[in-house]
């Protein structure tokens, strides 16, 4: 009955977010093998088959011999888990990228149909404050703006505005390519995040459109 179900049953779709915890758990494993080595390694070094008893057969006075046994099982076990999170991941990616070429193809499919006319990209983000002296408001910044390319955020990757934090708070002192849409008109703008009098590295607010 069960095979039957499952036979049965639509594949669940992927999405990238999935593959994106699928490998961050993956490396969460790996951290956790890597610290239980690190335990063996500083327990006098026996690793995974070091002897814990001495030549007389006596237990080591060196080795802290629970610890020892504790790392070694969780490393197995760990080792195990780490193992089905990987053909977890290569499933995922197999499907992910299945959907994705159906997608591709459909999409060609539209672009041939409508060849003629091309849109331009969709706004995600909106400008709601531009704090005057601020490095927004030197690049040219205003309310109002409709944001479709920041650095490397675009209308195809953007999630959540966490996005463009992380992208600011890895590029301070660099130059943003910054792409919006201000009455109508397309206009690309250089920002450099940096500390200035105010709060945060841009000292504008952003807020995500609906789309």
């Not at 250089?190 to 789309?211: A, D, K, M």
Request: aromatic share 4%; glycine share 8%.
């Amino acid at each position: 009955m069960k095979m039957t179900e499952v036979n049965n049953a639509v594949e669940p779709s992927v999405t990238e977010e999935d593959v994106r915890l699928l490998i961050k758990r993956k490396e969460e494993i790996e951290e956790q093998i890597k610290a239980y080595y690190d335990m063996l390694q500083a327990q006098g070094g026996v690793g995974m088959d070091g002897p814990l008893v001495d030549v007389e057969g006596f237990p080591r006075a060196d080795v802290d011999l629970y610890k020892v046994r504790t790392a070694r099982h969780s490393i197995s076990c760990l080792q195990n888990d780490h193992k089905a999170i990987m053909v977890e991941i290569e499933e995922a990616l197999h499907r992910l990228h299945a959907t994705a070429r159906v997608r591709h193809e459909k999409d060609e499919t539209k672009m041939e149909a409508t060849e003629q006319s091309v849109s331009p990209p969709s706004p995600f983000a909106l400008v709601d404050a531009v704090t005057q002296g601020s490095p927004a408001f030197q690049a040219g910044l205003r309310v109002g703006d409709e944001i479709m390319e920041f650095g490397s955020v675009n209308t195809q990757n953007f999630r959540n505005l966490r996005d463009i934090a992380s992208v600011v708070q890895h590029s301070e002192g660099k130059s943003l390519r910054v792409g919006l849409f201000r009455n109508g008109q397309e206009v690309h703008l250089n920002l450099t995040p940096r500390n200035w009098s105010g709060r945060g590295l841009l000292g504008c607010n952003l807020v995500p459109l609906q789309r």
